[in-house]
């Protein structure tokens, strides 16, 4: 069931695998990953603490919050790489993400602090990610919610997630007529 929000909650529509999952995939993903510190940077240092905390839909996070989950997913996500590649099938833990964006550090740390950390673990990660091959790639974890997945599908998700809240942002910078440079 779709709501009047959707276009606000999901800019660039869900994450969708393709059925056959190819290189050319894989590559394009990747770049995503690795575009995304730079792309996410000239987008929102040229605003304004007040432009910071706006919320990008009507209930959701700031900007802000949106700058600082985007490390702290990624975070997660390089170590679920590790596991998934260190071990077999590793049960993996979720966290609450949505409690995250209400701590202290979501709200008090400069968001150069993450734009700093998110350049720094996608230098280390597209390093890790280009020297995956096959049978990599098809190593697993299991998330307690939504069961296995392949490393391959998570390199998708993965850069879908980067396009999907930079688009939050880029979007509302739009709307709000913050800036005709950067979008």
């Not at 909650?9 to 995304?36: C, K, M, S, T, V």
């Not at 950390?117 to 990610?129: A, I, P």
């Not at 688009?167 to 509302?172: D, K, S």
């Amino acid at each position: 069931m779709t709501s009047d929000l959707d276009p606000l909650r999901y800019p660039i529509g869900h994450f969708q695998a393709p059925e056959n999952i190819d290189e050319n995939h894989i590559q394009a993903w990747i770049a995503e990953i690795e575009a995304l510190p730079g792309d996410l940077r000239r987008v929102v240092e040229p605003l304004s603490e007040s432009q910071l905390d706006t919320p990008y839909r009507p209930g959701g996070w700031t900007i802000r919050q949106v700058v600082h989950h985007l490390p702290d997913s990624h975070m997660n996500s390089f170590i679920r790489f590790k596991w998934a590649l260190t071990e077999d099938s590793p049960q993996i833990k979720g966290y609450f993400e949505d409690r995250w964006a209400k701590l202290p550090d979501y709200s008090s740390v400069p968001i150069s602090v993450s734009l700093d950390l998110l350049e720094s673990l996608h230098q280390r990660w597209v390093v890790l990610l280009r020297s995956l091959g096959p049978e990599d790639l098809s190593r697993e974890f299991i998330h307690p919610e939504s069961g296995s997945t392949s490393l391959v599908e998570s390199i998708g998700a993965y850069g879908w997630h980067g396009r999907h809240h930079l688009a939050h942002i880029e979007e509302t910078v739009s709307r709000e007529g913050w800036g005709s440079g950067f979008v």
